[in-house]
Structures are given as C-alpha cells and as structure tokens.
C-alpha cells in the first residue's frame, strides 16, 4: 500500500469516535512524512558498493556498481560531485516537466483564472530565483584531437586552461556549462598531457540555455539540492534532513527528523523554489529486532504472516549504503549462509559478501532474508536484491503504528507545524543559505540568487454553499466547514427503510447490542428512516461463527447486515465484508464494540452509523446546487495491493442524477504489469449505460476527476487515457459527442498557503482558491483548500484540467469542483477531494484490503462500501 | 625471451581479483593484523580505500591526503555518515578528514598516525618531491607503520599494451632491485625495518620477474615518540582540509545519552506491556470478576509484597505503573550502554519521569486504555 493509500485508510482521529471499522472521514491528517513514501527514489551508488543480489533465480547480480556508474558532470569548487543527472543519473520526470496541456485548450489561453468570491492576502512557500539580467546556461561541446579515453583526463587537460574558461562550470566529460558566454563561438585550446602528449581542445558553443528551459530548471534543481547536501543535510529519498538535531520519541522507539522538500520549476511568471518542511520517521531498530518482538508477540506459528503483514511495503536504510529499499517479500527459505550469484559468476554466501566489502560481521544465521525488487532497470540489469534484516533500519510507520492512536498522539506535536511555525522553519532554511559562505559563493558564481522572503498574493474564497435537505436549506460555518449540527433532526433526501435487518453480536457485547438499539430508535425518526426491530444473533467470537450465521440467515429481504466485532482483528472483518460483497451481496455495517462503549457519545455514534448505513442501502442525505444541467461526473482513484498478489484496483465511480446524490459505483482489479485504463473504459462505458436508464438521455456534460496519478505520470495520462475515454465515448454512438473535462486531482502536493490574518499566519479558510503566481503557465490548473484542520497546516488539493471541451470558464470548473467536495455522505462537512474521488477511494481500498476482487454488481447502485 | 611466449602471457594476464582490489584487501589484512588506531591515506585519490577502511571497527581516525582536490571532491561524499550511523551510533569514534597538499610538505595534522599508507603513489612524484619524501613520511610523520606499493618494471613486459610506463603520468616505474635499494636505505637512515612482499603473482614459469605489485611495509624500530618531541617540528599547517566528517558515536555524551533514554523508556515499555497483559487475562475473564472482584489496590498489595520481598518487581498503584531503574539495568542493552548504575541515573535524570524517589520509572495508564 502506498502511504497515501494508508494515509486514507486510517480510521479518523476526530473528537467523534469512529463509527465503524476502518471508515474514515475524509478530513485529512498530515501526514508525518510527506512526499516520502510512494516514490523512493533508488539512490545513485555509493563509491564501491556492490549488491549482494538474490540467488540464480532471483537475478544475476548487479554488475560492479563503478562501471555503470554515469559518468558525472563536474562542477566547479563547491558543487564538485554534482553531476547534472543527480545522483545515480535516474533522474524520473517528478514534476511533469513539458507536459503543455493548456496550449491544446483554446478557451483558456487568454486566461485559466477565476474571479468569484473575497480577496485573501495569501503568502506561500514559494521563493523567487532570481538570476542576473541576461542570464542564460551556455553548453558547450568539447572534443579533443586525438581523442581522450578518460574522463579525468579530459577534466584535467580542460581545466588547464582555467582563466579561458573561468572557475564556475560543469562538464560531463563532453558537455560543459558556463554561466558566460566565451568569446568566440569556437575556442581552441592546447593542452600537454603528462606525458608529453600534445592535445587540441575545440570547445563549440552549441546551446544558449534561457533562463526558463528545462536543462537550466534541471540544473537549478542539482544546485539547490546541492546547497542542502553543503548545509551538512543527509539524503533520505527524496528529501533533505538534519541528522543532528533530531526529535526522539523513546516510548515507541521512534526519531523524527527535520528536513526539508525542494523543488525549482518554472511558475506563471517567475522560476521559483517551493520548499517545505518535511518529517522522516526513523526507527532506531533493525528489521531482527522488529521480527524478534514479533516473534514474541505472536509465537511461532503466526510469526511469519505477521511478518509479512508488519514488514512488506516498509522502506529500509542500509548500514552500508545511503539506498533506501523497499521491501517487497521475505525468502525464508535462505538465510545469510546462502549464496548468491556474482557479477563475475562466483558464488559467495552473505556473510561471506558482508565480511569482505564492508567488514561487517553478521550475527545472526538463521534470519531470513528481504527481498526487494529493482523498480527501473539498472544497467541492462532487472530484478529483485536481497537485503539481511539484520542490516537494515527500519523508516516510516507501519499500519499497525498508525492505528496506535498514542502514538500518532505523541507525532502529531512533532510534526503539525502550525503556519507560523512552518514558516518560521523554513525561514531558518532561507537563512541558512543566505548566512553560508561557501553556499553564496557557489550561488554568486553561477550568478543566482533566491529571495528570503516567500511570495505573497491575493486569492480568492468562494462562496459558500448552502446544503439543501429535504426541502430545508442550511448555511454552515465556514470556520468549521461542517454541518453535522446544523441537519441534525433534519429527514433525509431520501431514507431507506431497516423493515428486515440482523444485528449480530458476541455474548460479550451483549449489552452494547442493546444500547445501540436503543439510541438507534431515539435517533432514526427524526431522519425519516422506518426501523424495526432486527433479529438479534449472538455468535461466538471466531470468525467461523460469523460467516455460518450470515450463510444461515442472510437472505435477499434482508436491508442491512449489521456486526459488533469485539476487536479489530482484519481478519474478521475481511471474511465478513467479502462475503457480503460478493458471494451475498447485501449491505453491511461493522462497528466495533468498543465504539459503542462510551454512553457519553452512543448518541452520535448512532447518528453516524444511521446516516453511514442509510447511504449503504442506496439512501440520499442531503445535496447542494449544481447549475450544470445533464452531466455525469466521474471519479476514479487507484488503490495498490502490496499483500495479495500485487494487484492494482481502480475504483470508479459516476452520478446517476441531476442533483448529485446518487452513484454508480464499479471497480476494476488489475494484476501487475496490466493497465488499469482498459478496465476503466468498460466501467465508463457501464456508468453511462445507467445514466441513461435513470435519465432516459445521455449525458451531454462529463466531468472526470482523476485522483491517483503518481508524479511523472501526468504524460501517460494525456497521451493514453483521455484518448481511451474519447474512444469508448464514440463506441456509443456515431451521433454521441459529450462535453468531456478531464481533471487530475492531486493530494499530495508541496504547495502550502498561509492567509496573513491580524499580522500572523492562519490556515487559509475553506473555499480559497488559488490560480494565479503558483500554478503553471503550461497548464490549465488551480489550488482549492476545501477543509479545515484541527492541527498543522491545512494542505491544498491541486486540480489540472486535462482536457477540456467544456466551454466552461475557469471560475465554473473551480465552482463545481468546490460544490463536489461537499457531496461526501460519510462526513457532513468539506472534505479534501471531490465526493467521487473519496468514494472512488473508499471503493479501491475496501476492495483491496479486505476483497481483493470485483464487488458483486448487484451492489453497484449504492455506497455499500462507505 | 621468446616473442611469441611473451605474447602468450600478455593475452592471458588478468588479476582476480583486480589488482586494485587486491592492493586494498593487502591493506585491510594489514589493518585487521596490527589493528591501528589512526590511519593515513597518502595520495588517497577518489577515496576508494578510505571508504573501505571506514569499515574497520578498529580505526578511529582516517585522513586522506591528495595533491589533486578535485579528484578526491568528487567522490568524498561517499565517506559520510549514513543515516543510518545516526539511528544506530556507534561504539567507536570516528572522524574522517581530508587534506589537500603535497607529501614533499610537512603539516602538524599529519601527526600521531599508526599506519601511513602510499599505495601507487610514489611513482607519481616528481624528482624534486621523491627526494623530499622519506623525510616528510618517514622523518617527521615517524608512524609505526608505513606501508608503499609500486609498479615492478620487470613485470612489464608481460603486460599487454604497455609502451613506456603503465600509466601517462608515472614519473618512473622501478624494477625489484631499484625499489628495494631505495627503500632499504631510507629505512636504515630513519631506523625502520623493512619487508617486501606484493600482489599480483607471476604466472608459473614466470616467477622470476616478481609481483605486478610490489610493496614494501616498513616497521618503525623505535617506541613512539612523545608529544614534546612532537612540539618542536614546525606546527604551520600547509595543508587545506577540503572534508571533515565526524561520526556519531556513543563515546559522545549527547548520542549516549539519546540511545540510554530510548532503550530505557522501550525497556520499561516491555515491562509495562507484559505486566498489564498479565492483568488483563486476571481480569479479563468474567466468571472471575464476579467472584473475586479483584480490585485495583487489592492487585497491587499483591505486588506490593513482591516490591518488598525483591524490590525489582514492577507495580502498579492506582493509574501509574512503576517499573524498578534496578530491573531495567539488569537487561543487557541497557547495561553495557551504561555501565554503572550511577552512570544510567545520571543520565536520564530530568529526561524520563520517574517516581518521587527516583527509584523507577513511572507511565501514567490513564489514557492509554481508551484508545487501544
């Protein structure tokens, strides 16, 4: 699972307590660790690290690392190992760099702003980079005659001739950068090697990089992260962080560091560095050490499920290497003793391998060994390597970490940074280069320089909407962005009556069945919702007791299907759910007893369950206005199996009525190595099937909102899936051509606002947005912060519009996309992401970690999976 | 010597493996044998045998030296600590530091060494500066060991592609006798022993011509020199420190004491953990319950006898959970980090709450029950 995944599926750390297992309001936490988690990088080697690879089968081993090494670009004086293809030379498009979506939109060229709603001072994280007048990145091509073999020595044989070419450059060994331009546009050069030998030098200019080209955006990009390499900060991943100064936290065996994201890109009208503070939880255990408490915890029998549950997915550091790895399986049938392949075709056991290049002694014999697969080719080299769990340190959270509401506690005053405390960090960072010397010197020489004070503008809040609920209509506070009491009492839009429901509990929660019963009957009539009593089924506590009880007295008259479990054990849960899912599809409802307890807040828990399960059974709460007559709007977001089977599911999901507040709900399962796309195409083209059925039209507007597209993959989704969407909307018809808006949807992004309210910073309010200095000119996209947050910085929801045929004006697009952000029936507030994008999530998760296949369709027209 | 045999041979040589390597490892058994505290790297280059030597629990400090500093820029980052050194310090200090100057120039921060290593270095010295460098490695760096490889010349002729000397910028390449003349006489005139050895073996019927690599490791024959001694060599430094790195280490009083706190606030976790698991089985089972309603105070008299009898025994009273400083430090981590137990007092004093009399360490279990 990816950290946003699980960040998702985190049950809710709200003053409500939870209402059912697993069931997350779609406020968001922040997240400890950012960027960190779903795309670690596979660092570039260190000096002569060679990989103990798998065994025969698993690969060859990797080649010696020196080899392959790409060659790197030297830079002058401070910057010396920079290379201009970072570390390792597998630099990965993050930033989508060169993906022009806008130019293809007509309709926006002239302008992608909004003008709705009240001005806000806003400032950012966003630093300008400013460069000297004129500024551009000569490149230069450099040959030599006779032709030098040796990197070094073309190096050398170059720089004699320092005062031609000036103290700052960066040169690969054929390509060099000078931030001035020579004089002539060719410079020969003589030099003398050592022994003698006379050498001719043609330095040819052959590019003059503007500021704004991406080879310059790449190489400012090396420099800054250069500068934080200077600044004594250690590469984790992506980031950079502070070794010296971190944050422990003993009781859970837990180190925090500060560190922090970096990225140059080319904005709307300046190049600018966005920085942000960033958490790196590091565990000050080896992965022996965890797998011997678990050993202990669970006993022999259960250890290595537990193992794989605790373990599979985590990042590890090595002892040896600065390479963090992800891993992906645990070999328990070798150990250290086992041998693997060579480079050069030798067998050599790890204890063997460990001893003679590191000089470590591994301990422990008998562990197995972690197996972690290659994510890009190296070399012509692919597959998996396998690491000792003895040598590796554990980063990260795991699941179970998560769910330790202590511990989340105990990070959580670590690491949400309130505004002013976020910006006073990085203003420390700011500082921190301004005040370095040999940090200025290096940026002086290139000629660049960065502003110490972030970027303000003006941004703008959007109205609030009104919730219509059965004929009532409510405003809410917008401070809190909710509404929970302002509907409570209130009949819903549409109530599903509980005429035939079981409720089955263990002899233990006995009492709580009752309870709940009880508040459940005070709270469904002013909802509207008709209640009879269920048929109430004691079981024992195994999960046996519950599948038997449910094959016995389910039947298809039954509304809703609802379990007191008496622990958060999956596994129950997953035998339950998938049952109910696909073998029997009937609605269901877990609630754990323990959220049933506390009869100071039974009242609101059974508020919540009666709406949750009201939706379930295909119920409408409440709606807001949504102008835009005969559209379908669509949201698709992609959840990633890492347990069973290495699956992907893609959870899609489309309205079915005028108002909003019905849903077609589909999933697809995908194995590895398929596209999702082709699943989501039949799904469109079911959803729009039943569009039709429910409206006895087609849809003539479709709104798309793509969640789950991991940086850098922006291209394949211009290039293959709004093309594939196109495609199945044709196959409807020739006379068929809907209005299609395609919109990315992106969470996690580097982006902070603060608004500079009464002379301090604040979280921006809910209904900002922001399209204008800190978007960029090559798409068509805006910022919304549609939530609120207790703690920390409220993070924005980035939205790239794709694909257009809408003729809408940015300030519509922007409307309804905050419209949708209010339409999630598990929360009655403003959630993060637009309704489809949580159910849609909601659905991929519920698939993927407890079904693991497709949902019986028979489901398809209700939020069973909320 | 028969053209054609010769032939042979410079097809065939291929060292495995590579000579580099096995010039490396030669250092590293050097290491493991004589276990210095302070090494030196004499022309260290790209830092690659400095990188291997960070490995060698035994050594404490590391200097490279090279008369290039772009050369040694380029991968000196490789000799900095991992994260990983910062999660788990280790026991050993360790400060790794590079200088940028000549070996024909004396500096005060070469001082003090154990093992001063010049591998492939002196054939790259210029007349001027050979001349100069027995004084400065042997005369004023004096360590007990110093260890030099070279290029046997008489090895050349079975080496494919070697026109004068096997690299551009050798200045000579010597046969045996040159550069065991020259070594033996710097030994006798700086009072060091010298042995010869090498790596790279002639192939069988060769063995005439010597190791590709011949090395001579010269044994300093008088006890160490005493600091006053030191005091009076010129103390201007000529060098330039281009990479300075200092690892975490346990001998450090701020890392110790991080790693003292986590291992007992995580020790005294587990305790904690078995103790109420223990009470929740007693309590946990119904039938019980109803006959002996065992009561908070009436499981901690319970242990409060225990507290008495061995005074180790962890306790509950009331929501606080008391676990013993003594208990903790019988636990090995926690006692071979430590020591003494004055010593583990004194340093989780102010940093972990314990009880009134500073005897244990305390959690308050109020909360915590709720939630999980």
Redesign the interface.
Known sequence: MTGRARARGRPPRQTLPPAAVGDAPPQQLQHPQQLQQQLQQLHGP???SEEPGGHGHLRACEAPLQERRPE?L?VSSGL??LSLRDRGGRRRDFHDLGVNTRQAMVHVQESKTGFSGKMIKLTTNHFRLTSRPQWALYQYHVGYSPEMEAR??R?ALL?QHEETIGKTHAFDGSILFLPKKLENKVTELFSR???G?DVKITVTLTNELPPTSPTCLQFYNIIFRRLL?MLNL?Q?GRNY?N??D?V?I??H?L?VWLGFTSSILQYEENIMLCTDVSHKV???E?VLDTMHSLHSQVGEERFRDACAKELIGLIV??????RTYRIDDIDWDNNPKSTFRKS?GSEMSFVEYYKKQ???EISDWMQPVLISQMKRKRGNIQGSVALIPELC?LTGLTDKMRS???MMKDLAIHTRLPPEQRQRELGRLLNYIQKDDNVQKELRNWGLSFDNKSVSFTGRIVQGEKIFQSGAMFDYNPQFADWTKETRGVPLIRSMPMDSWLLIYTR?NYDVANTLLQSLFKVTPSMGIHMNRPSMIEVDDRTEAYLRVLQQRVTTDINIVFCILSSSRKDKYDAIKKYLCTDCPIPSQCVLARTLSKPQTIMTVATKIALQMNCKMGGELWSVEIPLKQVMIVGIDCYHDTVSGKQSIAGFVASLNQSVTRWFSRCVVQSRGQELVDGIKTCLQTALRNWSKWNKSLPSRIFVYRDGVGDGQLNTLVNYEVPQFLDCLKSIGTDYSPRLTVIVVKKRVGARFFAEIGGGLRNPPPGTVVDTVVTRPEWYDFFVVSQTVKNGCVAPTHYNVIYDTSQLKPDHVQRLTYKLCHMYYNWSGIIRVPAPCQYAHKLAFLVGQSIHREPNLMLSDRLYYL | MDKNFKEEFTQIIKF?PPLYKQRHQFV?DLVEKYKPKKVADLGCA???LL??LK???CIEVLAGLDIC???M??????L?????D???PSERSLTVTLHHGSVAHKDPCMLGFDLVTCIELIEHLEESELKKFPEVVFGFMAPSIVVISTPNSEFNCLLPRVM??RH??HKFEWSQAEFQSWALETARCYDYSVEFTGVGHPPTGMEKVGFCTQIGVFFRKYPQTGESVQSEKPMEAVYKTVFKAVY?SLKDEKYLQ?AV??????TA?IIKHRLMSKREEYSDD?ERKSKFQPSMDCFSDYLGKLVVEKNMEPFVSGNEVYIPLRTIFSFPKVNRLCGTFEKLCKLIAGKVTLSSDGSAVMFNIE??NE??
């Open positions: 260190p000096a002569q790197g030297q010396q190992d070094r020595l190096s720089f090697t050592r022994n030998e390499k250690q984790i962080y070794p010296s971190p422990i003993p009781n065996r180190m590091l565990r000050g080896t550091l090595t002892k040896y290497n600065n050069d590191y000089n470590i340190s330790d509401f202590n233990r | 495995e590293r790209d830092c690659s990188w291997m490995f060698c629990s500093a772009n050369v820029k380029e991968k000196m980052h490789t900095s600590p991992l994260p990983v910062y999660l788990q004068l000397y551009p910028d975490p991080n706190i986590s291992e007992v606030i995580f976790q119904p909360h915590e939630e999980n």
